[in-house]
């Protein structure tokens, strides 16, 4: 950096707030710092990675906890790529698996990355984002760079990660196709000249790797950013559509804010640190507001609304929040409600009437199902009538006849 060239410190803390803000891990901060220096002085952006391999069409909320990383980071004036690994799903990511994960067929991932950015840019400043594909350096790289690249790496390295060294001790099977996805996920940083990489707190041996293979072609190391897996609407597992606990950004407007209405209050507070455009400043406004009297449902409106804002538009936002207190309205829900927290865990979720039984609404099971058939029952406001009803975790007003409610907590 030249010495006529002033260092804005004030300018590169706040960029470390930024990208600080919320994440599990940074490494090494040192390294960022002056990357930051010296992109700053250069005038030149860096290049900011995230890889999803598009196993699934949708995107929900949890993916966005990086993507609303992303947009922090292109709001900064770096550059975002956005990679899909048409390539590496070939192979199946193997992070987190105690069992092998089924490869992907072309067709398969074609059909998923289709969607892929579409919804990204939902978050994204699309003018602003580099989409690529890993297959344009993965497939040229044929058996023999594959070999080579393979030579930079050792089996004991790679044997170090939790779910193979889980995995190996427990005499469970690993694919040698398995085992060649860290290094294909390394290789996009090589590929990209990455100065940052973003993912869960899953993906961070896989960042490792890269960070190290850059070394070895000759490359300044990639910095490494970690981020929370967001926790679903039960509290307990990360987000998943397999869990079913999840809130897809593509759900019709009062769904998803009635979705962002069930999750407890202590999780909202998460959510709003990770996905929530607010200020810290602010969400610590909002909580010293609680604790001083104020109704954590206000405050959970207002995320909601945000979310909803973000997805569809203020106006649907808007139109989300009238359906959801005029479906409330209806049965005057009493602020005071008695709260009940039970474990549906080993379960997959406990049949509806059960759950009034146990949450004193019904004397017992058959009333439960009797009020049901009868229509006096309604959860989050709207009536039912399927008796055979499964609730997965999560929070629910439940309400029998006029008088009598409950807001339960499934985890």
């Known amino acids: ?64 906890v990086v993507l609303t990383k992303l947009r922090q980071l292109q709001d900064l004036g770096h550059t975002v790529i956005f990679l899909i690994g048409d390539f590496t799903s070939m192979i199946g990511d193997p992070s987190g698996r105690n069992t092998t994960r089924p490869p992907l067929t072309r067709e398969q991932i074609e ?5 892929y950015f579409e919804q990204a840019a939902l978050v994204l400043d699309r003018t602003r984002t580099e989409i690529r594909y890993n297959s344009e350096w993965s497939t040229p790289l044929g058996a023999d760079g594959m070999i080579r690249l393979a030579s930079h790496y050792t089996l004991a ?20 196709h398995e085992i060649l996805y860290p290094l294909m996920q390394g290789y996009d940083s090589v590929a990209l000249k990455a100065d940052l990489e973003l993912g869960g707190t899953d993906q961070k041996f896989n ?46 407007p009062s769904e998803m804010f009635g979705k962002i209405m069930r999750i407890s209050d202590d999780l909202m507070w998460r959510y709003y640190e990770l996905i929530s455009s607010r200020s810290l400043g602010e969400i ?31 106006q649907a936002a808007e139109l989300a929040l009238q359906d959801f207190e005029a479906r409330f309205r209806q049965g005057e829900a009493p602020a005071d409600m008695p709260q009940f927290t039970f474990s549906a865990q080993g379960k997959g979720g406990i049949v509806v009437s059960a759950l009034l039984k146990q949450a004193g609404l019904a004397p017992s099971s058959s009333e439960a199902i009797r009020a049901i058939e009868q229509g006096g029952v309604r959860i989050d406001g ?13 929070t629910y007003v439940l309400q029998v006849g006029k008088r009598r409610w409950a807001r339960v907590t499934l985890t």
């Open 284 to 314: 610590e406004a909002f909580k010293r507001e609680v604790a001083g009297g104020r109704n954590p449902r206000d405050v959970k409106v207002l995320l909601g609304q945000e979310i909803v804002a973000r997805f569809h538009s203020p």
């Open 111 to 115: 059909a998923n990355a289709r969607t």
């Open 382 to 394: 709207q009536r039912i009538a399927d008796r055979t009803l499964v609730l997965t975790p999560g």
């Open 1 to 64: 950096m030249s010495k006529s060239t002033p260092v804005d410190t004030a300018a590169i803390e706040h960029a470390l707030r930024v990208v600080k803000r919320g994440c599990d891990e940074l490494l090494v901060e040192a390294d960022l710092v002056a990357k930051l220096q010296r992109s700053q002085a250069q005038g030149t952006p860096l290049r900011c990675k995230l890889g999803l391999d598009p196993t699934a069409p949708d995107i929900h909320l949890g993916h966005t």
């Open 157 to 176: 390295r790679l044997l170090e990660r939790d779910d193979f060294s889980q995995r190996y001790r427990e005499g469970q099977p690993i694919a040698i």
């Open 207 to 252: 960042l490792l790797v890269g960070r190290e293979l850059q070394r070895h072609y000759g490359q300044e190391p990639q910095c490494i950013l970690t981020m929370p897996l967001l926790q679903g609407l039960d509290g307990v597992e990360k987000m998943s559509k397999s869990k079913n606990n999840y809130i897809g950004i593509t759900e019709p």
